[in-house]
Every structure is written in C-alpha cells, then in structure tokens.
C-alpha cells in the first residue's frame, strides 16, 4: 500500500512538472522593438512571424515615415506602431525590448526599460564609450534585467566548434588568433537612407568599420580568453574611400596582447567580398572557420589539414531569439556567452582603446573596469 502510494505521489509530481514545462515553453516571451533605424532590424519580422518562444507586442519608433516603410513591407499591424518608447512600454508591458536605434541611443533606451523591469537585447556592439557601457551595466543590476548583444557571428556553429577546441585542449595553448570580418562598404552594399547617415557618424557609432566590424573579433577573442581583458591594445586605422567615408575610418587593424597570446582583429568595409571568418592556432594545432559551419584543423601529429563540419548547436542558441526567450525564462544563464554583458563590457573597452590608439599612434595598456 505504501508503494503503491509513493508511486502515485511520484506520478502526480511528474505529472505537473511536465505540464508545467510544457506550459512554459507553450508561453511565448512578449517582445516589442525600439528603433526601426538600424537596417538589420529587417531581418527580424520573418523570424518572428514563426518563432512560438516570442511574440512582438510593440513597436516604438519616432520617425513615421520609416515606420510607415516596416508596416508596409511587412504587413504589420498598424496597432503595433508607437511614436514614443515609454509610451509603448506602458501599453503593452513587454519582457524584454528588441532596439535597434543608433548605437549611441542603446544607453537612452536600455535604461529606460531596466526602470520598467524590462531587459533589453541590444544589436552590436553594446555601446560607443566605456562610460555607456558602465551606465548601462550600473542598469541593469539596479534593476535586475538582463542586458545582451546580438551578433550575426554568436549563431555560427563553426565560431562554437573552434572555442570547443580551445576548451578541449586539442589545439594546446591559444598563441594567435586572426580575425576578418566586413564587406566591401556599406553605401556599395546598399544601406538605407535611415541607417546610412548615422552610421558613418563617429559620434552616433563610435568609429566607422573599426567599431562596425571590429566588435565581432573583440567579442570572439573575449570568450576565447574567458573574459579577460588584454594587457594592451594597438591599432591603425585610416579612410582609403573618403570621398564616400569622410568621417570615419572604413579600414582597421587592431592588436590585443595577452600574458601569451595574441589577437589580430581586421575589421575593413574594402573586403572584395562580405567575410567573417577566425584563425585560431595553438600550440597544438590550428582551426580556421570557413562560412557558419565549416572548419579546416590540423593537429601537430598530422601531416596535412582536414576539413569539417561542424554540429549544429542546440535549439536554444541557434539564433537570438531562442537564446533571449531561454535567458528569461532562466534556461540559461549567460554570463561568459558572447551576447553577455560582462563580455561585451569587455569589448566595449577593447573598442573604446582601439579608437584612441588609432588617434594618438600609441599603444594604450588596459585599466581593469571599475566595480
């Protein structure tokens, strides 16, 4: 009898945890957007239409004429549409916001969210200033939300695989990494007149490809280095397009030095070809990523390299809105992950000391960030 019992007892608690769990992913995270003036925010509305771990409640964006632009091209609800943030968040309450305002706003907007208890996913990098960043950190912990990035490269699987080989020791001891990534320039590629403007703007942006392209390497490079900041950061930078980029560099090279390693990051908008790709070489080995899911490795007792494919990542990490819907409902928990904050605080300062290095010619050794 009192087996029996325990098994009931037990079959009831299995029973409500499954329901609950299917309950939780069954309730979609209630997600609004700020800001339609950051191109990638196209990117979004298919992914969302589809996507049962989120669903858009809001839209807040000032300029109506580029809102008028979204509501057509994508068939949007017109109800959807707000003019002002705050007015948004006080309407449809969301979880967290999508922005995709210029970089130098995401401060304005992360703040005023943390004050509604929301958390924000920001698109990279975090900020233009280490002040920002430490504004926007000082946020979200007052408020306990959760702030993250979103870069295109975090959902590559090879980007995954190659830190799977530092972590596994396969390729020994990190010595060198060589990172690439842009494309052929931003008015060549065809940006719009919204996102154009403010991008080739050093104080709305921070830099030009320096800050652009140069975030995804330093976030990369963070990760691999488990969150450490390097010793010292020195960069070149220079306009080879200034009749199209008068006002920011559109070419850079930036070196991180480490206790005994070394990062190379070649952000540039005069790639021939759009390219992110990653070198990483060990005192072992070496693995260099191809595309999102390809990878070349070769081991020290190997006499030529092999080429593979990398595992997909799990459902949760495969894009950024799995990833942000699994972070609030506490499935994951980010710290270290490239979307994290105390990451991208650290690559904020990367890019922040880049961009003075590059000014003064100097060489600027890092500070560690203040508590």
Not at 64 to 80: I, N, R, S, W
């Amino acid at each position: 009898m009192k087996l029996s019992f325990v098994r009931c007892a037990l079959l009831v608690l299995v029973t409500t945890f499954l329901s609950q769990a299917v309950h939780a992913q069954a309730a979609p995270v209630r997600v609004a957007i700020v800001g339609l003036v950051h191109g990638h925010a196209q990117g979004l509305f298919g992914p969302l239409s589809k996507d049962k771990n989120v669903q858009l409640v809001g839209i807040a964006e000032p300029n109506t004429a580029v809102a008028a632009q979204y509501e057509k091209e994508f068939h949007l609800d017109h109800a959807l549409f707000y003019t002002d943030t705050e007015a948004m968040l006080n309407a449809v309450h969301p979880q967290a916001v999508l922005v995709y305002t210029t970089i130098l706003d995401h401060r304005k907007v992360i703040e005023l969210a943390a004050r509604h208890g929301v958390s924000s996913m920001v698109e990279k990098p975090l900020a233009t200033t280490v002040a920002d960043a430490l504004a926007i950190r000082k946020a979200a912990a007052e408020h306990h939300v959760q702030v993250l990035v979103n870069y295109e490269t975090t959902w590559y699987a090879s980007n995954q695989e190659a830190y799977n080989e530092v972590v596994s020791g396969k390729l020994g001891d990190v010595r060198k990494v060589v990172i690439h990534d842009g494309h052929f320039g931003p008015k060549e590629i065809g940006v719009g007149p919204e996102w154009l403007p403010w991008l080739t703007d050093p104080v709305q942006n921070g830099a030009g490809a320096l800050f652009d392209f140069g975030c995804y390497g330093a976030d990369l490079m963070t990760q691999m280095m488990h969150g450490k900041a390097p010793l010292s950061v020195t960069a070149v930078a220079q306009t080879d397009k200034p009749d199209i980029y008068p006002k920011v560099d559109d070419d850079a090279t930036i070196i991180l030095r480490y206790p005994r390693a070394q990062a190379v990051l070649m952000p540039s908008w005069n790639w021939p070809f759009s390219r992110k790709d990653m070198e990483v070489y060990g005192a072992t080995g070496y693995a260099i990523t191809v595309a999102s899911d390809e990878m070349r490795v070769r081991y020290a007792h190997e006499q030529k390299e092999s080429t593979m494919t990398a595992p997909p990542l799990t459902p949760e990490r495969q894009n950024s809105m799995d990833y942000l819907a699994a972070v609030l409902r506490g499935e994951i928990k980010p710290d270290g992950d490239l979307s994290a904050l105390d990451t991208n605080m650290i690559v904020v300062q990367i890019l922040d000391a880049a961009r003075e290095s590059a000014k003064t010619g100097r060489t600027v050794t890092l500070q560690p960030l203040p508590n």
